[in-house]
């Protein structure tokens, strides 16, 4: 079973969209045997809140279940599980490597970098616009997909 855990700041936004668009893409592929998918949060703001509004909307607007979720603080013990662990953004890869002991094993990495980009994934808390947000996210899916695959993971 693979382990993939989404990180954000929060783990109300753009980690929950991404467990729930991801969990939905590789239901839909018949491989959910295969994965074991979760997200956290690097900070402790939101623990125990439920996924935003806005992330709820969205994934209601393109049909795509919401995973029942709770928003969680990644730990060393959530990080030795893990196969990936995947942040949106560059601050989040900060903290990741400040939280994880530097990433020892090498299991971080930044979600965009799947699509073959560096961008950060911006976060609609601030900006409002989960569109954008579930279109970056929907692309770092694939891009994931796509490298599991390429790579003989999957």
């Known amino acids: 079973m693979i382990k ?6 929060g783990n109300i936004c753009r980690s929950t969209l ?10 839909e592929r018949g491989l959910s045997d295969v994965f074991c998918i979760d997200s956290m949060a690097t900070s402790t703001e939101e623990i125990g809140n439920p996924p935003h ?13 919401l995973v029942p979720h709770w928003a969680k603080q990644i730990t060393w013990r959530d990080y030795e599980k893990a196969d990936y ?18 990433d020892p094993d090498h ?5 965009l970098s799947f699509s073959g980009s ?3 994934i911006a976060d609609p808390w601030y900006t409002g616009d989960f569109d954008a947000t579930y279109e970056d996210v929907l692309d770092g899916c694939n891009g994931f997909l796509d490298y599991l695959q390429k790579n003989g993971i999957i």
């Open 107 to 111: 299991k971080i990495y930044k979600f």
């Open 53 to 65: 509004r806005g992330t709820v909307r969205k994934l209601r607007e393109v049909g795509i279940p």
């Open 18 to 27: 991404a467990q729930s668009v991801f969990t939905y893409m590789v239901h």
């Open 85 to 102: 662990v995947i942040g949106m953004d560059e601050w989040n890869m900060k903290n990741l490597r400040r939280m994880l002991r530097g």
């Open 4 to 9: 993939i855990l989404f990180i954000c700041h």
């Open 118 to 120: 560096g961008r950060d």
